[in-house]
């Protein structure tokens, strides 16, 4: 098949969209299919290298459309990329003239909309008069559930509100309308599924999780004796027992904004089940003075440390030398931190929302949210000491057989494939 992939976000060896952007068309391609790849500039030189040093690449061409790459640095070095999902927006026009040409020119048997697909965003390929469209995995729908607005302060109640108001809107106006055009939709966890079967197309669940191989290489994490603070390099105070028994070490890893749970896992460190217990917190955001407010309020500066983001490879040594990722985000549509700990065994403790439950499998505890949600997380987190570390894969490997999946059925070709899909 010749197959059209937008993927905005793309880079190979990456985390979280980019990452997925990457093996979605390299999945498409290994595949078997003839694939044209449309994304952003600023990942060129590494798109380009990983295809030259892959044989089995030489059927993904790629296109390049937007800001060049310079720009975008800078613009996240100096701004974070703020705004980046306006720039996205007006993305979808030149992605659509770029998809109509290229059609008139040698028409295309499917086009796939990989990442960025929040759901109430509309893709520009919806437009692009292609006789196959697949969407997704789709998340951004999903909803902080009433039982945990408590935990978001005033300005994460504020924000929340505002974004279930425009998003909704939106998605009701726009991108509803575009998702109809779609042959295909794909969720990224039930929740999402729920939402999509109300645009009347066939759906189905797969998160956007897809790690490369180094990830999974042998690890040996040293989980007894005695504790060092080793890679877990404090910035903020020192963390540990003056002269007593060494703690069990937590990892938060993600943004420190309101709905990713940052004052829910403060809230389950005050908590007595989580007395032999330190909590180290790798991210910036929003509500990070916040959170330093809370550590000081409430006694906590001796087990619970907040540290500069460091580097991909360093968050995966700090997993593989952890006892626990707790991951109490409450609205998620996967949540690719809990797919990396789980990948080198670290237990994964979150809460029984949208995607993370749908990738936890044997390798982790989903809190229920109701009742005493702290509490539930602390007893939760205290329960994985003694616990043998299980690995999940979620690996990239299964991306070719996953689109191939959905471009058969988006164009009712079953069984047209250059060469077998394990």
Known sequence: MRVLVAAFACRPGGGSEPGAGWALAAGAARAGNDVVLVTQPRH?????????????????????????????EQWDRVLGLRGLQL?????QIPLLLLARRLHRSRPFDAAH??????????????AAGLPALVLGPLGGGERVPPECRRYLGVRGRFTERVRAIAAGGFHVAVARPSARRATLLVAQNEEEAARLRRCDRPVVVSPNVFLDPTWFDPVSPDRGGTRTDGSLRAT?????????????RALYVGRLVAWKGIHLALEAMRRPEADDWELHVYGHGA??????????????????????????????????????????????????????????????????????????????????????????????????????????????????????GWYERATGRAGVVARPVA
Do not use: F
Request: with cysteine.
């Open 44 to 72: 060129r030189v590494s798109i380009e290298g990983a295809i030259s040093a892959d044989p089995e690449l030489a059927g993904l061409h790629p296109y390049y459309v937007g800001l060049p790459a310079g720009v975008m």
């Open 87 to 91: 720039y996205y927006l007006s993305w």
């Open 113 to 126: 909309h990989a990442t960025m697909t929040n759901e109430w965003i509309p893709s520009g390929l919806s």
């Open 236 to 248: 903020d105070a020192k963390a540990g027992r003056q002269g007593g028994p060494p703690r069990y």
């Open 287 to 404: 509500e990070r003075r916040r959170a330093e407010a809370k550590i000081r309020r409430w006694g906590l500066a001796e087990r619970v440390v907040l540290h500069e983001p460091v580097p991909r490879h360093e968050v995966r040594d700090l997993m593989v030398h952890a006892d626990a990722l707790l991951y109490p985000s409450m609205r998620e549509a996967a949540g690719w931190v809990v797919a990396e700990a789980l990948a080198v065994g670290c237990p994964v403790v979150c809460l029984e929302i949208g995607g993370p439950p749908l990738l936890v499998g044997t390798g982790g505890t989903t809190v229920p949210i109701c009742g005493d949600v702290p509490g539930n997380l602390a007893q939760a987190v205290a329960a994985t000491v003694g616990q043998p570390r299980r690995v999940v894969r979620w690996g990239d490997d299964r991306a070719a057989g996953l689109v191939q």
